[in-house]
């Protein structure tokens, strides 16, 4: 058996481009790289033409494939192939999708693709395989892809260097807010809502003659989104002006509907049009649940009878129902609302993402224009003057025809003689002799000169162009006219689809129609485990012991309520939390628990609970004898964190909260000591530590109640209730250490 030797007998390949790099340094560098790629290369739209690479690649293979609108279109599959093998090194479900949203007109307010076949629905339908489908270009396409043969844009290799693409389209159509685009990239996102073309017309004509207005002036012009599927835009005037001044902000849409009359005086909604990007299929679907769930009490039920339009109907409950009451509650509940995000997040013509304003994007747009109109006009004039010099050089043909035809059929090599004889250029030697015979009459000089003329009429005006730049925004100007005019709000395709509303009125919803009321009881344990079961048993005493808890567990709260209420819980670190009696679990087991609905830190517990009433006011108060009162309202939180009311710190807790009930306080502590004192000298705050209720010599707060003093100080003690009248020995004044409580009183140191 042979040794293997110790040194390879091949060198290794080279290791000089092996670098010793620190982990960390070497992922941020990679991950920037692929941030930036996708920013650049997927996510972000180009605010000159508005297309990210994958479309503007798309409608370029397409223009390749001479797809153009009065051409049969060819298969979808096919045109995916040119993309993924000439420009576009991405999968082909990825380009097939975006030529799919390109051609369907509930997706596009302006579509770039003609679709013959099934291009999905409104309903979120797919659409059909890319072998089944066809395509071809629209003329708004067209109209992007203007000037790619007059040298308009810059064009690069492809990824693989065997052709060259465009950079940018030319775009003679403001495709960036016509379309509108959206996008999410590594920690970018962009998304802009499409816009109608006649608007953005004469925001960019009044643009061109005062080059600095205002935003405010601008949204005269551009009033808010045109989305292709129609709806009302509800959004506040000052709202839609700040989000169009800082690039970031959202608009209001809703559905558009209307009432239809039936017999025997009852009606039913019509939904005629949905807002953006809401799936009917899906809307109808979740309004169905809804309605299961019995959380659309005024609706009765909900049937799609659309066809080619949208007509969704919608039947109330009974014909006494106000429809812009249900209606408003629809709303609020489901996606007859929403709100589109505006987040003009888009790459400059330097490459670089920002978020522009409206302004910005209407000027870089501009700026495109004129910058496309310069390189056309100087192609056409570097073409005009080749012309020029072709015809320069086939009138000294005609001139000296005799001649030029003995030096063609004498000379063996005649172009340089030719040059030399004429003082001809290489260029009009070589068109004099690929000129065919029949060319060569005397009447074709007449034609030249006029030609002649013609072009140099041309290069005049070319050349002032070039030189005047009021006279290029004269022409941009007359571009954007004769765009207007095509696109017209008297069009068709122009005519605006999204409707101007006013933002909607307070309408009163009341609770019980977008939540149907029903009697409930809350049934909170010791452990923190809550559920809500239907009827009332918080004051039948059998019904409450029949209520089965969790092995070692037994109830802590038993409340009556409807599922219209609001349920307040106050927990010992002074924080109040608000839920909704509709969302709590319902009784099947044993509930879920309360920490899945509150944010209650580990180590606090619950210290009250009470149906929320508009007008109640509480005291609260924590373990060291301090508190306030506290007006209900004030106590109500929004989010699941809760809203910090009493204000406790180390050791000392949250201890009780009272519903006042009286003109006098009752403080006892854990020295049975007992004080009573007017409800006056207690303040009303709103947070805070409060003042001190009553003092204590090594011990704490144990309970708080409120009373009517001439009632007498009521406590329950098992299951009979004692009444004490004589309260003189404990009366006093806030913060005094108070005396023992009265014979008979519970050993717990607690009023109930």
């Not at 747009?365 to 496309?372: I, M, S």
């Not at 933002?503 to 344990?525: F, G, K, Y």
Request: charged fraction near 30%; glycine fraction near 8%; proline fraction near 5%.
């Amino acid at each position: 058996m042979t040794k293997k030797s110790s040194s390879p007998d091949f060198p290794c390949e080279d290791t000089q481009d092996i670098m010793d790099k620190p982990l960390r340094e070497a992922l941020s560098e990679r991950y920037l790289s692929y941030a930036l790629s996708t920013i650049m290369d997927r996510a972000l739209p180009d605010v000159r033409d508005g297309m990210k690479p994958v479309h503007r690649r798309l409608m370029y293979a397409m223009r390749g494939l001479k797809l153009s609108p009065t051409l049969p279109p060819k298969k979808s599959a096919r045109v995916v192939g040119d993309v993924i093998g000439k420009f576009h090194p991405h999968g082909d479900t990825a380009v097939y999708d975006a030529m799919v949203r390109l051609a369907q007109d509930f997706s596009q307010r302006y579509p770039l693709v003609d679709g013959q076949g099934n291009f999905g629905n409104i309903d979120g339908d797919s659409a059909a395989a890319m072998r089944y489908t066809e395509a071809r270009l629209t003329e708004v396409a067209l109209l992007l892809l203007e000037g790619l043969d007059e040298n308009a844009v810059d064009f690069r290799p492809t990824y693989d260097g065997s052709e060259n693409e465009p950079v940018v389209l030319p775009a003679a159509f403001p495709n960036l807010l016509a379309n509108g685009t959206s996008g999410i990239a590594v920690g970018m996102a962009t998304s802009i809502p499409p816009h109608n073309v006649a608007e953005i017309c004469d925001a960019l004509h009044y643009l061109i003659g005062t080059p600095n207005a205002g935003i405010e002036k601008l949204v005269d012009f551009i009033p808010g989104p045109d989305f292709p599927t129609g709806g009302e835009l509800v959004e506040e005037r000052q709202a839609i002006l700040e989000a169009y001044s800082t690039g970031k902000g959202s608009f209001r849409v809703r559905a558009r509907w209307n009432k239809e009359d039936l017999k025997q005086g009852m009606w039913q909604i019509v939904v005629t049009e949905i807002p953006y990007q809401v799936q009917k299929s899906r809307l109808i679907e979740k309004m169905a649940e809804f309605l299961q769930a019995r959380k659309l009490p005024l609706l009765a039920d909900v049937t799609d009878e659309s066809a080619d339009d949208v007509r969704v109907v919608l039947v109330p409950k009974n014909r006494n129902v106000d429809p812009a009451v249900l209606m408003e509650s629809l709303f609020r509940q489901t996606d007859l609302e929403i709100k589109f995000s505006l987040n003009m997040n888009v790459l400059d013509k330097d490459g670089v993402p920002r978020v522009m304003d409206l302004r910005e994007v209407l000027r870089a747009y501009l700026a495109h224009r004129q910058n496309v109109l310069v390189r056309r006009s100087a192609y056409t004039l570097a073409q005009i003057e080749g012309r020029l010099e072709m015809l320069d050089g086939y009138l000294t043909a005609f001139l000296n025809l005799d001649k030029v035809i003995k030096i063609i059929r004498k000379e063996d090599e005649p172009k340089p003689v030719l040059m030399k004889t004429f003082k001809l250029s290489d260029a009009q030697a070589e068109a004099i002799l690929n000129m065919r015979l029949r060319a060569l009459r005397r009447l074709e000089e007449m034609q030249i000169r006029g030609e002649q003329k013609e072009l140099k009429k041309k290069q005049e005006d070319l050349k002032k162009l070039l030189k005047d730049e009021s006279a290029q925004w004269g022409v941009i100007d007359g571009e954007v006219a004769a765009l207007k005019k095509r696109f017209g709000k008297n069009t068709p395709l122009g005519a605006r689809h999204t409707q101007l509303g006013k933002p909607p009125q307070n309408v009163d919803v009341p609770l019980d129609a977008v939540i149907e009321r029903e009697n409930i009881t809350i049934v909170c344990s010791a452990k923190g485990w809550i559920r809500a079961m239907r009827g009332h048993y918080a004051s039948d005493e059998k019904a409450r012991a029949s209520i089965k808890y969790k092995e070692g567990d037994e109830e802590a709260f038993c409340l009556n309520a409807e599922t219209i209420n609001k349920l307040l819980v106050f927990a010992s670190n002074g924080r109040f939390y608000t839920l909704a009696c509709d969302k709590l679990p319902s009784a099947r087991g044993f509930g879920e628990p309360i920490q899945l609905m509150i944010d209650l830190p580990n180590g606090d517990d619950i210290r009250g609970m009470v149906i929320y009433e508009p007008e109640q006011r509480f005291v609260v108060a924590s373990t060291d004898g301090r508190g306030f009162m506290i007006k209900a309202e004030n106590v109500l939180a929004q989010t699941k964190n809760g809203k910090q009311i009493l204000n406790v710190a180390g050791s000392v807790k949250a201890s009780t909260f009272e519903v006042i009930e009286g003109d006098t306080v009752a403080v006892i502590g854990t020295n049975r000591k007992l004080l009573l004192f007017p409800l006056n000298e207690l303040p009303e705050m709103t947070r805070g530590r409060g003042v001190i209720l009553q003092k204590y010599n090594g011990g704490t707060l144990s309970d708080i109640k409120t009373f009517v003093a001439k009632d007498g100080l009521s406590w329950q003690s098992g299951s009979r209730t004692r009444t004490e009248t004589d309260l003189r020995n404990w009366q006093g004044s806030r913060a005094q250490a108070g005396r023992l409580a009265p014979t008979g009183f519970n050993r717990n140191n607690r009023f109930e």
